[in-house]
């Protein structure tokens, strides 16, 4: 939930499975809110996949107003990003950051890794959400295994290669104890 990068993946997954499970993309948007379940007894109780018949006819007791209207927002959300200057006026559009990814091998404090990056800490933060106060406060390392993302644009070299720089005593075997 942390980070928008895994969380999207996460969604795209999720988003393909309920579609495989309900065979629409309206029931497998509402899913999305509602959960697969809930939605495929929906479907099965009134006899149609139809949302719009689902949203009239459907009484489950846990299908609320949130789940009734999930597809409709979603509809909604998608005009208005579609269509962004019709409703906010001119829109100036950025370029994508792109970025380097590497996976951390070891535990390394936050301090380290940007000292061998040249990246500031404060830039790592901005683009690794997941982690939390103590890792960039020193209270806790970069844990082993995470997927930690860099600008390209604040890098000097590959970032595959900043990473081995940083220095044999930075790397540990182990977590900060709480």
């Not at 009734?68 to 950051?97: C, I, K, W």
């Not at 800490?121 to 960039?136: G, K, T």
Request: aromatic letters at 10%; one cysteine or more; a neutral charge.
């Amino acid at each position: 939930r942390m980070d928008p990068f895994v969380a999207t993946e996460g969604a795209a997954k999720l988003l393909k499975r309920n579609y495989e499970l309900t065979g629409t993309w309206p029931l497998a948007l509402t899913s999305y809110n509602h959960g697969t379940g809930g939605v495929l007894r929906a479907a099965k109780q009134l006899g149609t996949t139809d949302i719009g018949a689902i949203v009239r006819s459907y009484k489950g007791r846990a299908f609320g107003f949130a789940s009734r209207n999930f597809y409709a927002s979603f509809l909604a959300a998608m005009e208005v990003d579609q269509n962004a200057e019709r409703y906010f006026g001119p829109v100036e559009m950025h370029a994508p950051t792109t970025y380097e990814v590497v996976v951390v091998s070891d535990y390394i404090p936050a301090s380290a890794l940007a000292s061998s990056t040249g990246v500031a800490v404060d830039a790592l933060r901005e683009h690794n959400p997941a982690l939390r106060e103590m890792v960039w406060s020193g209270g806790k390392h970069i844990p082993r295994g995470y997927t930690i993302r860099v600008p390209t644009e604040h890098l000097s070299e590959p970032l595959a290669a900043l990473l081995a720089a940083v220095p044999d005593s930075a790397c540990h075997n182990y977590q900060q104890p709480d």
